[in-house]
């Protein structure tokens, strides 16, 4: 068990719909990473937050959004599902410049 | 170009055997981290092992070590003694600007399937 939590581990959805994936870091990493993966694309880097800033952004479409809370949890918003946002749903966190630990996931699948 | 190479879609080896998975990595930065991870058939990502670009000594983290050799740009895994628990797909990860950098993304390979046999 790394420490990290995201819910649901599960979702289904429809083309269209918006969904809402929650992550709890671990206690004290104060960074939250966001990562999809899926067949075609691998693992790819969407965004990453610090204390409620967000640090970078990577491969992320403007369809999706995420934020960091005060109380450090992370949610990743996808909205207008499209069938190729099926993949499974990443969030890591770290101590500052410290090794990422990989939350269980959350596999999203757009019917 | 991409940042890190995993050439091995797939490997074989038997329990009990060593098994050397590769990996290599493309950075103009001076300061780097690499990392291992392991994917079971559940889908977790586990932490296997971290090296950074200024270590002298190689990684090792019981049966896993990590052989770095900096010129050649490669970070390869070797696991000893495989265990059919072992069985999984690992990926090679880079994060650059290790020193004071709030960067901190990965670079992930494709990954290499790993199958251990009895």
């Known amino acids: 068990d790394s420490g990290v939590t995201q819910t649901p581990k599960h979702l289904i959805t429809a083309t269209g719909q918006r969904v809402t994936l929650r992550c709890s870091p671990r206690s004290g990493d104060l960074s939250v990473y966001w990562y999809q993966q899926s067949l075609d694309q691998g693992l790819q880097f969407l965004i990453h937050y610090y204390n409620g800033e967000e640090r970078a952004k990577g491969n992320i479409l403007e369809r999706f959004s995420a934020q960091q809370f005060p109380d450090l949890h992370s949610e990743l918003n996808l909205s207008s599902l499209e069938l190729g946002d099926s993949a499974l749903y990443f969030c890591?966190?770290?101590?500052?410049?410290?090794?990422?630990?990989f939350g269980p996931g959350t596999r999203l699948l757009v019917l | 170009a991409q940042k890190i190479t995993q050439t091995q879609p797939g490997m074989f080896v038997q329990e009990k055997e060593a098994v050397t998975l590769d990996c290599t990595y493309d950075?103009?930065?001076?300061?780097?981290?690499l990392f291992w991870y392991k994917q079971p058939s559940s889908g977790e990502m586990i932490f296997l092992i971290y090296q950074g670009s200024y270590d002298q000594q190689n990684a090792t983290e019981g049966r896993y070590s990590l052989n770095f050799q900096k010129a050649r740009k490669s970070a390869n895994l070797v696991i000893s003694a495989s265990q059919l628990g072992d069985s999984a797909m690992y990926f090679c990860a880079m994060r650059e600007g290790e020193r004071g950098s709030t960067l901190g993304r990965l670079y992930f390979g494709r990954g290499t399937q790993l199958t251990v046999w009895p």
């Open positions: 890591a966190s770290s101590p500052q410049a410290g090794t990422q630990y």
């Open positions: 950075t103009s930065d001076p300061s780097y981290g």
